[in-house]
């Protein structure tokens, strides 16, 4: 079966960086399309960032654009989310999401991490 599982996140201050991991089980990164979204408390999942199946194309959210950066590594079939510049705006459970086709909505992905907590605070 697949699972993916976030794992990287924790308590910074602002301004800090942070790098979370998605771990694919049952499933090549290399054969789909993969994002992050996140979900403050209180509010909807919203788009970060996503990379088509071949890693050519990367789409981010305006919030993050020049903060945040997706990658992936086919060899140990694993993406993640470098994030800078943080902000107590950042603040969100992040998910980590497959699919077969590279959009910004959450219901074009049908696999999903657990999410993993980031708290951005003095």
């Known amino acids: 079966q697949v699972r993916l599982e976030e794992s990287g996140g924790g308590l910074v201050q602002p301004g800090d960086s942070l790098r979370l991991s998605c771990l694919s089980t049952?499933?090549?990164?290399?054969?789909?399309?993969l994002g992050w979204f996140r979900q403050p408390p209180g509010k909807e999942r919203e788009f970060v960032t996503a990379?088509?199946?071949?890693?050519?194309?990367?789409y981010y959210a305006d919030s993050v654009k020049g903060r945040f950066s997706i990658s992936r590594d086919t060899s140990k079939n694993q993406f993640t989310l470098q994030l800078s510049s943080l902000t107590p705006e950042d603040a969100a459970v992040y998910y980590c999401?497959?699919?077969?086709?590279?959009?910004?909505?959450?219901?074009?992905?049908?696999?999903w991490g657990q999410g993993t907590q980031v708290t951005v605070s003095s």
């Open positions: 990379i088509n199946f071949n890693g050519e194309n990367t």
């Open positions: 999401a497959a699919g077969p086709l590279v959009y910004d909505d959450p219901v074009a992905f049908d696999h």
């Open positions: 049952g499933q090549s990164v290399s054969t789909s399309a």
